[in-house]
């Protein structure tokens, strides 16, 4: 940390403690240069997640709507509240390990797709029947298809 009264880059933390109910750490630094004391605050950088839906608006990144999708997916079938719980967990991590500012939703549909699919079959046909915007019985019957050939 540069001081800000002589422009020295060698300072030192002489101090340190929680700030603003744990939302910050206020250092105290000294220079060693011009020998003065400064105080510093730290806090972390929030930058909200943004979704761009398929019609390019943006809405910002919301976990409660992946797990409404995994729940209504899920509806009378095996799949316990603790499997979708970690599903959600899974999804949420790969998208955030992706540390950008903004992502697609098909990003997130395919991710949810993929868990489901490993997960229950049914659970997988009936969140793609809506995230794939199914039009007809014939695209409804070719999934289900490809889920019979892949067992």
Not at 81 to 91: F, G, S
Not at 98 to 115: K, W
Request: proline share 3%; charged share 40%.
């Amino acid at each position: 940390m540069k001081c800000p009264f002589c422009g020295a880059d060698d300072t030192r933390v002489i101090d340190s403690r929680p700030a603003d109910e744990n939302t910050s750490i206020r250092r105290r630094r000294h220079c060693d240069k011009c020998n003065k004391r400064f105080t510093t605050y730290e806090k972390v950088e929030v930058i909200p997640l943004m979704v761009i839906k398929k019609g390019k608006e943006r809405q910002a990144y919301d976990r409660t709507k992946i797990e409404q999708g995994v729940l209504r997916s899920c509806y009378k079938t095996q799949v316990t509240a603790e499997q979708m719980e970690m599903l959600v967990d899974r999804v949420e991590t790969e998208v955030f390990k992706q540390e950008a500012r903004e992502i697609p939703s098909s990003y997130i549909g395919e991710l949810v797709m993929n868990e489901l699919k490993e997960l229950d079959a049914v659970a997988y046909v009936r969140f793609a029947s809506i995230y794939r915007e199914f039009k007809d019985v014939d695209t409804f019957l070719e999934e289900i298809k490809k889920v019979i050939d892949r067992n």
